[in-house]
Nanobody
Framework: QIQLVESGGDSVQAGGSLRLSCLVSGFSVRSRSTAWFRQAPGKEREGVAYIGGPADSTDYADSVKGRFTISQDNAKNTVYLQMNNLRPEDSATYYC????????????????????WGQGTQVTVSS
């Protein structure tokens, strides 16, 4: 059974940092690409960070580039999202996505290419 369990969400002030974790079971993060998405109330789900592809590459949404870092620990089968210099507009529920199916170079930003999702963890950034 595939499960993705996020943790690490919290309420912080602008400029603060958080690290989200996604513990994966049922598949190896070493062999399947994963990603973080987020959704704020009244807004569409948007991709934040991606890791995978043939070279274990990473990619980021422009809005978080330089502030967020996605990484994975193969031994722990866990994916992380380090978030620095947080802004109020980063407030959202953050979801871990796995089980990517497709061509990573072209389709990594498409949520419907990910087969498995966590339940989400809430991040609130106050000004």
């Amino acid at each position: 059974q595939i499960q993705l369990v996020e943790s690490g969400g919290d309420s912080v002030q602008a400029g603060g940092s958080l690290r989200l974790s996604c513990l994966v079971s049922g598949f190896s993060v070493r062999s399947r690409s994963t990603a973080w998405f987020r959704q704020a109330p009244g807004k569409e789900r948007e991709g934040v960070a991606y890791i995978g592809g043939p070279a274990d590459s990473t990619d980021y949404a422009d809005s978080v580039k330089g502030r967020f870092t996605i990484s994975q620990d193969n031994a722990k089968n866990t994916v992380y999202l380090q978030m620095n210099n947080l802004r109020p507009e980063d407030s959202a529920t953050y979801y871990c996505a796995g089980g990517f199916q497709g061509v990573w170079d072209r389709e990594r930003r498409q949520a419907n290419r990910y087969q498995n999702w966590g339940q989400g963890t809430q991040v609130t950034v106050s000004s």
